[in-house]
């Protein structure tokens, strides 16, 4: 048997990176929810080669002290949680301190940032995992980070990436979500050099849905608001006579985070039942907001899988919430068949 040995720190840290980047997506996911809590109105993410080669985001939030800069890179750093304590009352996306020690190690990042005390910026830089030194630089108060060359010393890694046209898609898929779970900040997103789109940032989840799903889209969408004891539902949904031919454009958000859930789903769509042509879905973007203590938001730090401690309560406050939406009058031709 060969001799067991505890790995080197460079080797440790890639394994440790490969967790929570796995694509340009994840890389995207984690700096925009960066820029989400450090209080930003507006962010705006561009990608080139699908992020491969580029991703970069621009914040006007906090900023980074100085003198803080080369502590936010390392591992298990964090200034949203200072003790396991906090792990109970989690109020912002981020708290593990490893996105960006994960992001730095496995590509060369440019960190551009300033705070309101700051008189100018600083400029520091870090490429697989070692610090390249910093300087003085020039911005308003926020936040630019520039990710290039992703998994540049992870060959491997490289290869399990898709063309590049898909990994961009996996990155507006990212946006899109940030975009529409915060209404209030406006999003901007750059494709190889192209806007995609713009939200406005009013507040508002209908112009939310107009600036990055479209007109079409959004034109009919019935006010979806209700829910059942300590589970609130709210949201848009398509009336039945605009529904799709795929899932495409359902999104569902738990306590403000995008995630995947097949119970929310089947409540939704057999809410629609009777309603609705056989190989027809509904679009719909649903917001349920609950206590923190019964949903398992840490199945895994890169995934939007989520665990429900009650998956029937789930179940039943979403479908209530969609049916009334789908039968309060005024909410167009619905008529159900009674069964
Ligand atoms: P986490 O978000 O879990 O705290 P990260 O590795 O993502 O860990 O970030 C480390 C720290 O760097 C954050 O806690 C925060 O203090 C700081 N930081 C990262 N991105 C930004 C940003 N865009 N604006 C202000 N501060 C930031
Ligand atoms: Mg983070």
């Not at 440790?16 to 962010?43: C, F, W």
């Not at 936040?143 to 290869?159: D, G, Q």
């Not at 890169?302 to 401690?309: G, L, M, Q, W």
């Amino acid at each position: 048997m060969a001799e067991i040995r505890v790995l080197d720190k460079h080797t440790a840290e890639l394994i440790a990176a490969g967790e929570v980047v796995e694509r340009p997506a994840s890389v995207a996911k984690e700096l925009l929810e960066n820029a989400i809590d450090a209080g930003a109105t507006q962010i705006t993410l561009s990608a080139t080669r699908g992020g491969i080669a580029q991703l970069q985001i621009v914040d006007n939030g906090s900023g980074i002290e100085a003198e803080y800069i080369d502590k936010a890179f390392i591992r298990h750093a964090t200034s949203k949680i200072a003790s396991a304590e906090d792990l109970n009352h989690i109020h912002t996306l981020g708290f593990r301190g490893e996105a960006l020690a994960s992001i730095a190690s496995v590509a060369k990042v440019e960190v551009l940032t300033r705070t309101e005390q700051d008189e100018y910026a600083c400029c520091y830089r870090i490429a697989g995992g070692e610090p390249q030194g910093t300087e003085p630089g020039a911005r308003p108060v926020g936040t630019t980070i520039t990710v290039n060359e992703l998994f540049y010393n992870t060959p491997a890694r490289m290869k399990f990436l898709k063309k590049d046209a898909s990994e961009g898609t996996y990155v507006a898929e990212t946006v899109l979500h940030a975009a529409l779970s915060h209404p209030e900040i406006s999003f901007r997103f750059i494709r190889e050099g192209k806007q995609q789109f713009m939200t406005p940032g009013d507040g508002e989840l209908r112009s939310a849905v107009y600036a990055v799903m479209g007109r079409e889209f959004a034109r009919d969408l019935l006010p979806v608001d209700g829910g059942n004891g300590v589970y609130r539902i709210t949201g848009l949904i398509t009336p039945p006579r605009a529904c799709r031919a795929s899932r495409g454009t359902q999104h569902f958000f738990v306590n403000g985070r995008y995630v995947k859930n097949r119970t929310m789903m089947a409540a939704l769509e057999n809410a629609y039942k009777g309603t609705m042509m056989q190989g027809k879905f509904p679009g719909a973007v649903l917001m349920l907001e609950m206590p923190a203590d019964l949903v398992d938001v840490n199945v895994h730090p890169a995934k939007t899988e989520i665990r429900f401690a009650r998956e029937s309560d789930v179940f039943d406050a979403v479908y209530r919430a969609v049916r009334t939406a789908l039968t309060t009058p005024g909410s167009g031709e619905c008529r159900f068949e009674m069964s």
